[in-house]
């Protein structure tokens, strides 16, 4: 049975965010995931993760300036600097929160820059990242976004992240698998699940259109769930949605699982 990660940067905005760990554990899950932890001091976090009993199961590196719209600056030429610094900031709060694992977001393309000259920058930059998260016991994550969510990110496909996987040479680099992103983008989910499973290292969902809890959408989250099991997937499956009316209310879906 699948293991269930409540993302907590979604779901449970009802609280404060230092709240949401309580109410997660209360609601019965047992790790939680979330954007970015930066904005509060690692060891308060840490504590609440202790006092809850809860894993971490992902967390992204430093995203850039999210009130100016970036949405990762990992393919950024005049970013370097900045994304190494971020992920040693990463590994550092990955330490203190015994998370072992960390995503990275490729970035929107700026309009004037060759997709070429991007894709080297970031297939530069995950390498180097790779390699420090892996001195430090941890894996990477690259997810690939919507177009429609994220106009302009730079990687939208399942195979546009793989390509870039492939020519790091990295063997520490992995594929973050969202049903919701990929079912915008048209890919089929259950054959891309089973054809990439070797290279999927986390995976997300919320239902399609809206992005809401299962049962909102067209997505059948059972069979997923139960094709997972059948696959020997054994990581942690992130609920990255919107609550539709309420977080509460949304986890009809959960309650199968609850406990497992």
């Known amino acids: ?94 330490q203190a929160l015994g998370c072992c694992q960390i995503n990275c977001l490729a970035g929107i393309a700026p309009t004037a820059a060759a997709r070429a000259v ?45 390509a870039a996987i492939e020519t790091t040479g990295s063997p520490n680099v992995f594929l973050q698998y969202d049903f919701y992103h990929a079912q915008v983008m048209g890919e089929d989910l259950a054959p891309t699940l089973e054809r990439l499973l070797p290279r999927i290292g986390h995976v997300q969902f919320s239902d399609n259109p809206g992005r809401h809890e299962p049962g909102t959408g067209e997505i059948n989250f059972s069979f997923l769930f139960d094709r997972l099991d059948r696959l020997g997937y054994c990581g942690w499956v992130g609920a990255e949605y919107r609550p539709s009316a309420g977080t509460e209310a949304s986890l009809g879906w959960y309650r199968p699982y609850r406990g497992a």
């Open 1 to 94: 049975m699948p293991r269930f990660a409540c993302n907590i940067s979604m779901m449970f905005e009802e609280v404060e965010f230092l709240d949401r760990f309580a109410r997660a554990a209360t609601a019965g899950f047992r790790a939680v995931e979330f954007h970015e932890p930066y904005a509060y001091p690692k060891h308060r976090l840490a504590g609440l993760v202790a006092e809850h009993r809860l894993d971490v199961a992902l967390f992204n590196l430093p995203m850039g300036n999210g009130g100016q719209g970036e949405a990762g600056i990992a393919c950024l030429p005049d970013r370097k600097s900045e994304f190494r610094d971020g992920v040693a900031r990463g590994i550092d709060y990955a």
């Open 118 to 162: 991007l894709m080297d920058v970031l297939v530069e930059n995950l390498a180097y990242a790779a390699g420090e998260l892996d001195r430090a016991g941890m894996r990477l994550m690259v997810e690939p976004l919507n177009a429609r969510d994220v106009p302009g990110f730079l990687l939208t496909r399942s195979n546009e992240v793989i």
